[in-house]
């Protein structure tokens, strides 16, 4: 029998598999890419392997996307940044395929590619690929090539970098959509590599003519570079070229352009400085915030905050704050939960008077919107307010509409309060906290939904935790040790969860003597979910008992647990042996 040249077979593997009908198959073999190549070696992965991926004509896309991803991190594989160049042919190939994620996997490969050549390969190897790709007959390639442009252009000599320049104008010229898309998106990218003479008249002149394109998908890519242009200008060039571009887009027909500048726009008030800022960028903001469109009240919504921060308090007065109160009751519930999100962040922009007399109306508001998404996002955010306005004041205007919420009949509202309520604590003082908000927390054990029960369980630990053993002693345990008796098992289910959380809190000699005991009563319970819970808490205080209550586990914890591992239910029985064996375990230590 004829013998196998090992260093072939890798090779012949792949070439069987890649030809596979099975996907899955083909997916794995290029996902080996790197074993295969280790098994080849170096120069045989140049010669050999990468040749073959460049021919290889799989048709399908998730194949296609992982050989652009494995490409990108293979300069090891086929001897380092000496041999990189070899990489660009099978991505060039990639770049041109009509799957969207392929090509913009292969782009990125290519500028991590790129990113690590010597500038004599870029010049000789990478440059030409991109001319060929902006050359393409089929748009793909030019779309593809735009990405590519900031890696090359450092490394060109200065003629080279003029045909680069003109390339890319070109492109930003080009008669296909997409084309022009991909030349908008990367225009930041490729200003950012070059010199500021050019940068004032090269690119700002391709820049006016993408936000003057008929097509509006171009016009709100060029407002994405709007920024990433600002902070590679002067003051003064931002001013003469952006600013205007800026207040035009606020205005432009397409509600999607205007919804990108709503986006980008407070990003550009540091890059023009303050003057223009109240003068032109203030009245753009305020026109988004009262914009027709929905989705551009949303967008100027969420960065209501950002924006003031960069204003002058009472420039942010005047301006902004009548255009937030519309916007909390907006018919949009999407606008009001967008603003409710952040409007919290403006109490310490504006300060205690302001916050009191202007925005407190309407934080009260957005509590009580019947939309439970804005509740939930002024709520998440209350202690923000309270830094601003103080504890007195917080709780005789927050308070009631923070107890209405408690009772919420919407149950991720209950539970955002509870999560909510060690923080509250803190900050209102136990004593009035046992006043308006004890009752809450243990009437919560009995909710109807799990996760509030599970969370109100977590509470009471955290509670513990915050206010100390004592008050937890007086407060806490006692209403707990009541509910162990509830008719309905699923409440009693809770409570020993509860317990079982108490216990490292409370200390050992407090779970001896308050909790322990109810425990050990729970253990004679009619149902097996409650009695192999029982068996489950038992063993997690067992850890909780100190060495020198080791009596307690031998004449306590392990005869309950010894008489619950003779219950005719197996689950029961399998829970108590487990806790039997932690017993032993202390008894050994």
């Known amino acids: 029998m004829a013998m196998v040249d090992e260093p072939l077979y890798p090779i012949a593997i792949l070439i069987d598999e890649l030809k596979n009908d099975d996907i899955q198959l083909r997916l794995n073999s290029i996902k080996r890419l790197p074993t295969i190549s280790r098994a080849l070696g170096e120069e045989r992965t140049r010669k050999e392997l990468i040749p073959f991926l460049s021919e290889n004509n799989d048709d399908d896309d998730e194949v296609l996307l992982a050989m652009a991803e494995q490409l990108g991190v293979f300069i090891p594989y086929v001897g380092g940044v000496e041999h990189a160049h070899v990489l660009l042919q099978p991505l060039e190939t990639l770049c041109s395929v009509e799957e969207t994620c392929v090509r913009d996997k292969a782009v990125e490969s290519l500028c991590q ?11 000789d190897c990478f440059i030409p690929l991109l001319k060929r790709l902006a050359a393409g007959e089929w748009f793909t390639a030019r779309v593809s090539s735009c990405g590519l442009f900031h890696i090359a252009y450092p490394s060109a ?35 950012a590599k070059i010199e500021q003479s050019y ?27 709007c920024a990433a242009l600002g902070k590679l200008l002067e003051p003064q060039d931002c001013i003469a070229h952006i600013l205007p571009v800026i207040v035009n887009f606020s205005q432009d027909k397409s509600w999607r352009v205007r919804y990108m500048v709503a986006n980008q726009l407070y990003e550009l008030c540091e890059a023009v400085g303050s003057e223009p800022t109240r003068a032109d960028l203030v009245p753009a903001y305020v026109r988004l915030l009262r914009d027709n469109e929905a989705e551009v009240r949303i967008a100027a919504a969420g960065k209501v905050t950002k924006f003031c921060q960069i204003l002058d308090p009472q420039l942010a007065i005047q301006q902004i704050l009548p255009c937030v109160k519309e916007l909390s009751s907006d018919s949009s519930q999407h606008v009001r939960s967008a603003l409710a999100s952040v409007i919290m962040g403006m109490a310490p922009v504006l300060g205690k008077d302001a916050t009191l007399e202007l925005l407190l109306p309407t934080f009260l508001s957005l509590l009580k919107d019947e939309f439970p998404d804005v ?29 209405e919420l408690a009772e919420d009949r919407h149950w991720r509202v209950r539970l955002a ?10 900050q ?17 054990l009995e909710d109807k939904v799990y996760s509030i029960r599970d969370a109100a369980a977590t509470n009471l630990k955290r509670l513990a935790e915050e206010c100390g053993v004592e008050w937890a002693l007086q407060h806490i345990i006692p209403q707990v040790v009541d509910k162990i008796n509830s008719p309905h098992y699923l409440y009693r289910m809770t409570i020993l969860h509860a317990i079982s959380l108490l216990a490292p809190v409370m200390g050992a000699e407090i779970t001896c003597e308050k909790l322990l005991p109810v425990i050990v009563a729970a253990s004679k319970d009619r149902v097996p979910n409650i009695k192999f ?22 004449k306590t914890i392990r005869p309950c647990l010894t008489e619950l591992n003779e219950d005719p239910d197996v689950d029961v029985r399998y829970f108590a042996g ?11 230590s």
């Open 578 to 588: 487990t806790a039997l064996e932690a017993c032993d375990q202390v008894m050994v």
């Open 533 to 554: 819970n029982v068996a489950k808490v038992l063993q997690s205080l067992v850890p909780v008992v100190d060495h020198s209550r080791v009596q307690v586990v031998e």
């Open 417 to 426: 309060i509870i999560e909510y309520i060690p923080l509250l604590a803190n």
């Open 375 to 403: 509740r939930l996002n002024i709520i998440s955010k209350l202690d923000q307010v309270n830094q601003v306005i103080g504890i007195d004041l917080l709780s005789q205007s927050l308070l009631p509409a923070i107890v």
């Open 157 to 191: 000599l200065d003629p080279l970098k003029a045909e680069l320049r003109s390339i890319y104008g070109q492109l930003c010229q080009d008669d296909m959509p997409m084309v022009r898309r991909s030349a908008a998106t990367n225009l930041g990218k490729f200003a």
């Open 199 to 225: 940068l004032k008249t090269d690119i700002m002149s391709l820049f006016e003519d993408l936000t003057r394109d008929d097509q509006d998908s171009v016009r709100l890519l060029a407002v994405e570079g």
């Open 113 to 123: 590619i790129g990113g690590q050549m010597k500038a004599s390969h870029i010049v």
């Open 428 to 444: 209102l003082g136990v004593g009035f906290f046992d006043d308006k908000l004890g009752a809450l927390c243990i009437q919560w």
